[in-house]
Antibody, heavy 119, light 110 residues
């Protein structure tokens, strides 16, 4: 079964850091670009960025560039999101998602992990 | 990058057809044929329904179809069923290798 499982969410104070993980199974992880998407309560999703198959290219949305860093370990079938200088507006459910090979849809999503930034 | 514009809600009766619009700009929807649509039930992750404007992933019913004209994309659901009741989001590729989502449309099946 093709699956993505996120972990690492929780409650963090403003200015703090958190590292999210996403473990893939059931497909060739190293063959796909991977994305991070978040969704604040009651809002539409926000694409945060994606990372190339070998990690050599990364693209970020303006709202997180310089604060968030994506990485991956293909040997461990794992994707990571290091989040620094967290703000209240970063509170959301964070999803990892698989980029379709050769197309522009996100065809596999994890169940999400919740990040709450509050004092 | 501003979010794409979708109607907040649409509704239809079982068996009817509905269309959800998604309006962007000449920098996103108008520039690329890379619009995707997602269905999201409460408490669940989004699910890809349409990619690259009008293509359905394997396993998605042909009751779902997508199109685009200028800066506006559309999702049409024909033969509405109770299980279609959900939130729907559009997403477009945009310049500088980025993507932008819409604010979402709540579909109610009457």
């Amino acid at each position: 079964e093709v699956q993505l499982v996120e972990s690492g969410g929780g409650l963090v104070q403003p200015g703090g850091s958190l590292r999210l993980s996403c473990v893939a199974s059931g497909f060739t992880f190293s063959g796909h670009w991977m994305s991070w998407v978040r969704q604040a309560p009651g809002k539409g999703p926000e694409w945060l960025g994606n990372i190339k198959t070998d990690g050599s290219e990364k693209y970020y949305v303006d709202s997180v560039r310089g604060r968030f860093t994506m990485s991956r370990d293909n040997a461990r079938n794992s994707l990571y999101l290091q989040m620094n200088s967290l703000r209240a507006e970063d509170t959301a459910v964070y999803y990892c998602a698989r980029d379709q090979a050769g197309y522009f849809g996100l065809d596999v999503w994890g169940q999400g992990t919740t990040v709450t930034v509050s004092s | 990058q501003s979010a794409l514009t979708q109607p907040a809600s649409v509704s239809g009766s079982p068996g009817q057809s509905i269309t959800i619009s998604c309006t962007g700009t000449s920098s996103d929807i108008g520039a690329y044929d890379y619009v995707s649509w997602y269905q999201q039930h409460p408490g669940k992750a989004p699910k890809l329904m349409i990619y690259d404007v009008s293509n359905r992933p394997s396993g998605i019913s042909n009751r779902f179809s997508g199109s685009k004209s200028g800066n506006t994309a559309s999702l049409t659901i024909s033969g509405l069923q109770a299980e279609d009741e959900a939130d729907y989001f559009c997403c477009s590729y945009t310049r500088y290798y980025s993507r932008v989502f819409g604010g979402g449309t709540k579909l109610t099946v009457l």
